[in-house]
């Protein structure tokens, strides 16, 4: 079972800016993506921005250009910069890792964090 620990949520007026941080367990490695999904009241989880170890990151169109996805595989942390926040990006947002190593196994999968609350008030 992985854990992951996300922080930095919170309550910030339109416009402002909120830094999210997530960190996996030490003892696995070779993440292959790691990145952030959202889901608001009433509607389905969907991507945030995810990046590959490589470094290739992938966002939702409706935060290019706003959001920044970045990540430190010695670390095992992946981070959200959000700027120019808007109403509609108030929602849960979960921590999201697929596959990883761990000893001389390599696991598939998605594994999740608990989420944490961004409130963006207009």
């Known amino acids: 079972q992985v854990q992951l620990v996300e922080s930095g949520g919170g309550l910030v007026q339109a416009g402002g800016s909120l830094r999210l941080s997530c960190v996996a367990p030490?003892?696995?490695?070779?993440?292959?993506?790691m990145g952030w999904y959202r889901q608001a009241p009433g509607k389905q989880r969907e991507l945030v921005a995810t990046?590959?170890?490589?470094?290739?990151?992938n966002y939702a169109d409706s935060v290019k250009g706003r959001f920044t996805v970045s990540r430190d595989n010695a670390q095992n942390t992946v981070a959200l910069q959000m700027n120019s926040l808007k109403p509609e990006d108030t929602a849960v947002y979960y921590c999201n890792l697929e596959g990883y190593s761990s000893g001389d196994a390599y696991y598939t999968g998605n594994y999740w964090g608990k989420g944490t609350l961004v409130t963006v008030s207009s």
């Open positions: 990046i590959k170890r490589s470094g290739n990151t």
């Open positions: 030490k003892n696995i490695f070779n993440i292959h993506i």
